[in-house]
């Protein structure tokens, strides 16, 4: 996990004034992939972010897409899969509040292009959507 001091000194300050601005994206990138891994803490986290902010730079909607999409794809257990848990894992994600927004399309969207293999419950849901 990249340090989780920073990290949580980053979120706050991006919860306080509810939005991702460019320099604070990049500051989160940096943190993020500074182990050069997305665990399952930092994923939440960029979740929470996008979740509880609006209007933001579209480098954060980017590293939103690409760092949820490296810690499932990533994985040394299933590389380029999505196996059953992160299924699981990324409905409760993606439809927690009963609605899936643009951001959440592209992560799927992008997934389902890199991805060699998804779960049907997953593939059944983005199916669901149109895409």
């Not at 998804?118 to 669901?128: F, R, V, Y």
Request: proline share 2%.
């Amino acid at each position: 996990m990249a340090n989780k001091k920073l990290l949580e000194k980053a979120a706050t300050a991006i919860l306080k004034d509810g939005r991702v601005d460019e320099s604070e994206a990049i500051e989160l990138r940096e943190l993020l992939y500074s182990d050069k891994i997305i665990d399952r803490d930092e994923c939440d986290l960029l979740f929470r972010l996008a979740a509880e902010t609006t209007g933001n730079h579209e480098k954060f909607d980017n590293l939103f897409i690409q760092g949820v999409s490296d810690h499932v794809l990533k994985d040394p257990s299933s590389p380029g899969k999505i196996n059953k848990a992160q299924a699981k894992y990324l409905i409760a994600k993606i439809w927690a509040d009963g609605k899936v927004d643009d951001l959440e399309k592209a992560l799927l969207n992008n997934i389902k292009k890199q991805a060699t293999e998804i779960h049907p419950t997953l593939a059944e849901k983005i199916a669901e959507l149109g895409n």
